[in-house]
């Protein structure tokens, strides 16, 4: 159980162009996703949470209008990179939190971004 | 604020060899919560184990051991016999227990490699 996907796993997009990666929990509900960035041989850094049906909380340094984020289930959340520049290619790594209080969050298998 | 530091930033051992992976943890909260996570060169988050701040007993799970000890804010992960399948980084991560999505914040991580 506590199963969480990403799509695309890869992609490959052109400078100044969209990208949205969507990340699903397949057998729970999550109330709470939360959306991480990591470059190459570097940790993990939170950039949003967002909770299904409000707004995302973006971490200090992360731009809300360039990173979008919707929760519109409780099973789906998207982040999509606005007008995506080289810089922005990374590994992107959603994890999302049940309803319950045991403070886990399930992790996404990643979605690994190259802006050409 | 809280704060992880794994202060190895790679380790490497020859098989059957043990090898412990240092982590060192700040936080102001009584209640919180702390994670290993084992990331393979395919990028996926294994999760290891969870412990919560008030349960300071070692943990064993066949080959991996892991040593909380509250008093030097430490929760050492030990790795008995090493086998290739063990190269990875691993993470050491922390979430206090607080209403605001229970952000979990990673250390720097520790590359572990195995050799034959």
């Known amino acids: 159980g506590a199963v969480v996907s990403q799509h695309p796993s890869r992609v490959i997009c052109k400078s100044g162009t969209s990208v949205k990666i969507e990340c699903r929990s397949l057998d729970f509900q999550a109330t709470t996703m939360f959306w991480y960035r990591q470059f190459p041989k570097q940790s993990l850094m939170l950039m949003a949470t967002s909770n299904e049906g409000s707004k995302a909380t973006y971490e200090q340094g992360v731009e809300k209008d360039k990173f979008l984020i919707n929760h519109a289930s409780l099973t789906l959340s998207t982040l999509t990179v606005t007008s995506a520049h080289p810089e922005d290619s990374s590994f992107y790594i959603c994890s999302a939190r049940t309803r319950d209080l045991t403070y886990e969050q399930y992790f996404g298998p990643g979605t690994r971004l190259t802006v050409t | 604020a809280q704060k992880v530091t794994q202060a190895q930033t790679e380790i490497s051992v020859v098989e059957k060899e043990d090898v412990t992976l240092d982590c060192v943890y700040e936080?102001?909260?009584?209640?919180?919560?702390l994670f290993w996570y084992k990331q393979p060169p395919s990028g996926e988050l294994v999760f290891l184990i969870r412990r919560n701040s008030f349960d300071e007993q070692n943990e064993i799970s066949g080959r991996y051991s892991w040593n909380f000890q509250k008093s030097t804010s430490s929760f050492n992960f030990t790795i008995t016999a090493s086998q290739v399948v063990d190269s990875a980084v691993y993470f050491c991560a922390l979430s206090e227990a607080d209403a605001a999505g229970n952000k979990l914040t990673f250390g720097g991580g520790t590359r572990v490699l195995v050799k034959p």
């Open positions: 936080t102001r909260d009584t209640t919180y919560y």
